[in-house]
């Protein structure tokens, strides 16, 4: 009687744990397209749309800020919300314990309460992880838009040197420039400003969202031209200018940085095997003569 009694205390909890597994996946508030392409985000998303609910009042205001300019800045879509980045990083956090169990009980001899507090501190470092790649996204988004900046303001500077006024000049940058994110706030500046949206303040909130000093000095400058009545041509170029020049600045601090950012591995790897080469045969014969 108590075997039955226990296997069917077993199965209800393993059918518990199979719905509560299982449910996510069926019951996910958002469609495809939310979590991007990628395979890994793909799976987690149902569980990350099942604690958001949770995670959403954890959230500090000052934190929501810092985190909505981060997806904003990462070009993620609009239904990111804080609550999302922080379940991913309890999610992370719940997936690294285990992990982290496991391989200090093959690798060390802890014993089990030392093996869980390591595992639990050490978690940390993967629920730090999804921040970082939020960062991470953002930062290679600006240099992405940085390295095409130039490009599209020659091409709306010639639209507009033809004679097309801003807007037509950006629907033509945008219908034959590059591919990028850049082109894409283009394209939802446009997109806003065909909702009824004034310009000024569709372009005020690409500065906003892209987060680059560069666009919010050529919002400035266009904002200000288009109150004074100021021709947009010269601007135009002369902001195409400027920009060039920055970006061959940036590369020529690059350039400037490399052999600092070399001596590390210089004097670590490469120098104690030039010295072993060298001072091999003076301390082998040396030796000799002493014997």
Request: proline letters at 7%.
């Amino acid at each position: 009687m108590l075997l039955l009694l226990s296997s069917i205390c077993a199965g209800l909890c393993l059918c518990g744990f199979v719905w509560v597994t299982i449910r996510p996946v069926a019951q996910s508030p958002f469609g495809a397209g939310v979590h991007g392409s990628h395979v890994l985000m793909h799976l987690l998303w149902p569980w990350v749309a099942a604690l958001q609910p949770w995670c959403e009042p954890l959230v500090s205001w000052r934190m929501r800020t810092a985190i909505h300019r981060a997806v904003q800045q990462a070009g993620l879509p609009p239904v990111w919300r804080p609550g999302h980045v922080l379940a991913l990083q309890v999610l992370a956090f719940l997936a690294g314990v285990p992990v982290l169990l496991l391989v200090l009980a093959v690798l060390t001899d802890l014993s089990g309460l030392q093996r869980l507090l390591w595992a639990l501190m050490a978690a940390g470092a993967f629920a730090v992880l999804p921040r970082w790649q939020l960062e991470l996204l953002g930062r290679r988004r600006r240099q992405d838009m940085l390295r095409e900046l130039p490009f599209l303001l020659d091409m709306t500077t010639l639209c507009v040197e033809a004679g097309l006024n801003l807007q037509a000049a950006l629907q033509q940058a945008v219908r034959h420039g590059p591919p990028g994110p850049l082109r894409d706030e283009l394209q939802r500046v446009l997109d806003e400003i065909r909702t009824g949206m004034p310009r000024t303040q569709a372009l005020a909130r690409m500065a906003r969202r892209v987060g680059l000093e560069a666009v919010a000095h050529l919002v400035a400058a266009l904002v200000h031209a288009e109150q004074t009545g100021s021709s947009l041509a010269p601007l135009l170029r002369a902001q195409s200018d400027q920009r060039r020049a920055e970006r061959f600045l940036r590369a020529e601090e690059l350039a400037l940085k490399a052999p600092v950012k070399m001596l590390f591995p210089l004097v670590s790897c490469i120098f104690p095997c030039t010295f072993l080469i060298i001072g091999f045969p003076i301390v082998f014969q040396i030796l000799q003569d002493v014997s």
